[in-house]
T-cell receptor, first 115, second 111 residues
Framework: DADVTQTPRNRITKTGKRIMLECSQT?????MYWYRQDPGLGLRLIYY???????NKGEISDGYSVSRQAQAKFSLSLESAIPNQTALYFCATSDPDRGRIDEQFFGPGTRLTVL | GQQVMQIPQYQHVQEGEDFTTYCNSSTTLSNIQWYKQRPGGHPVFLIQLVKSGEVKKQKRLTFQFGEAKKNSSLHITATQTTDVGTYFC???????????FGTGTRLLVSP
C-alpha cells in the first residue's frame, strides 16, 4: 500500500463550488504539505503543518484553506473554486527529526479542473 | 522572497547524448535536494548535497553543489529513455521550515 494517498485522483468541478482534497499518510511523519504544480512554475507551497495544532501559510494560500484532522490526515479546501485553480495538487510529508536528510515523500497527486 | 530558478525549462535529446540542468538560488542554501518526476507521476527524492563544492554520483547521474552554495547542477551521461521526466532542485528557506522548489527542467529522450 502507498505510504501517502490522495483522494480523489481526478476531479472536474464548476466555478463557485466547494472542493475538498484529502491526504492520508501511514509514514508516521509529523510534517505535511500541500503543493500545486503548474507547467513552467514548478511546485508552489500552499500550506504546511508541523503537527495537528500548527498550520502555516505557504506562498500561495489565498483561496485555499486546510484542516489537520489528525497526524495522518491533512485536507485542502477550495471554498469557491475558480478556473485559475485548475492544476495538479500534491500532498507531501517529511520527518527531519529522523535523520539529517529532510526528504519529502509525495502522494500520487490530484488533478483538479475548474470549469 | 527566496527564489530558485532552473534552466533550461525543457530539453529534448537523442538517446546517448548528455544532459545538464542548472539550478540557481537567490539566497545561500544550507543544502540542496534533487527530485525526479516521471510523466504522470509524483516527485521522488534523488539526493541531497550539503557541503560547498560537493559532488555526488549515482550511476550516470552527477550532482554538484556550487562553492558559494547558491547553485547546483545535475548532469546525466549517455541519456536513456528511462531518464525522461522533470527534474526539480529544492532548497530550504532561511528558517528551515519548508523547501523552495525550482521551476523544473523537463527532459525528453528520443530513442
Amino acid at each position: 500500500d502507498a505510504d501517502v494517498t490522495q483522494t480523489p485522483r481526478n476531479r472536474i468541478t464548476k466555478t463557485g463550488k466547494r472542493i475538498m482534497l484529502e491526504c492520508s499518510q501511514t509514514k508516521g511523519h509529523d510534517r505535511m504539505y500541500w503543493y500545486r504544480q503548474d507547467p513552467g512554475l514548478g511546485l508552489r507551497l500552499i500550506y504546511y503543518s508541523f503537527d495537528v495544532k500548527d498550520i502555516n501559510k505557504g506562498e500561495i494560500s489565498d483561496g485555499y484553506s486546510v484542516s489537520r484532522q489528525a497526524q495522518a490526515k491533512f485536507s485542502l479546501s477550495l471554498e469557491s473554486a475558480i478556473p485559475n485553480q485548475t492544476a495538479l495538487y500534491f500532498c507531501a510529508t517529511s520527518d527531519p527529526d529522523r535523520g539529517r536528510i529532510d526528504e519529502q515523500f509525495f502522494g500520487p497527486g490530484t488533478r483538479l479542473t475548474v470549469l | 522572497g527566496q527564489q530558485v530558478m532552473q534552466i533550461p525549462q525543457y530539453q529534448h535529446v537523442q538517446e546517448g547524448e548528455d544532459f545538464t540542468t542548472y539550478c540557481n538560488s537567490s539566497t545561500t542554501l544550507s543544502n540542496i535536494q534533487w527530485y525526479k518526476q516521471r510523466p504522470g507521476g509524483h516527485p521522488v527524492f534523488l539526493i541531497q548535497l550539503v557541503k560547498s563544492g560537493e559532488v555526488k554520483k549515482q550511476k550516470r547521474l552527477t550532482f554538484q553543489f556550487g562553492e558559494a552554495k547558491k547553485n547546483s547542477s545535475l548532469h546525466i551521461t549517455a541519456t536513456q529513455t528511462t531518464d525522461v521526466g522533470t527534474y526539480f532542485c529544492a532548497g530550504p528557506n532561511t528558517g528551515f521550515q519548508k523547501l523552495v522548489f525550482g521551476t523544473g527542467t523537463r527532459l525528453l529522450v528520443s530513442p
